[in-house]
């Protein structure tokens, strides 16, 4: 099987920006790890990273017309983008919305809010990178290999 693990805007920056809420780990450590823990799993993963709103709305149309699972950190679109709303109401496969940090715990009221968990089969967050780990676990379980 293979897996989609799309990051959305400011994510490419992981590992520098602020570190005190995401971690050090870079989003090129964060891409290999992903592969290396689907490898464990059996999935082939691809991790892809975008400052550019309609970029990952082809990405999910993609994902929807090819029936692949979706990993998918939004970031901050996670909070008021309709269209990511309309692209995952179109994914058949399994969908899983992570963030490092917990959105839901933290001070800013428009993060209490996903546009994602509505048609998410699982939301993972404040799990830090790990979270990644433990959506690929759960896409493995969920699509039988
Ligand atoms: C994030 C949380 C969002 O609120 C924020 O806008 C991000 C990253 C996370 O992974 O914790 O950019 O999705």
């Known amino acids: ?15 520098r920006r ?6 050090h780990t870079t989003h090129g450590d964060l891409a290999d790890l992903c592969r290396s823990w689907g490898e464990q799993l059996g999935l082939e993963v691809e ?15 993609d994902a929807a017309d090819t029936e692949t699972p979706v990993v998918l950190n939004a970031a901050a679109w996670t909070h008021y983008s309709y269209a990511i709303f309309d692209a995952c109401a179109q994914l058949t496969a399994t969908l899983v919305e992570v963030h490092i940090s917990d959105p839901e715990q933290r001070p800013e009221v428009f993060r209490h809010t996903s546009v994602v968990t509505p048609h998410a089969a699982k939301v993972i967050a404040g799990q830090g990178v790990d979270g990644y780990r433990q959506a ?10």
């Open 47 to 61: 991790v892809r990273q975008t400052n550019h709103e309609g970029e990952l709305l082809d990405w999910l149309n």
């Open 1 to 15: 099987t293979t897996v989609l693990v799309l990051n959305g805007p400011n994510l490419g920056r992981l590992g």
């Open 136 to 145: 690929l676990e759960f896409i493995a379980a969920d699509t039988g290999d």
């Open 18 to 23: 602020q570190p005190e809420i995401y971690g």
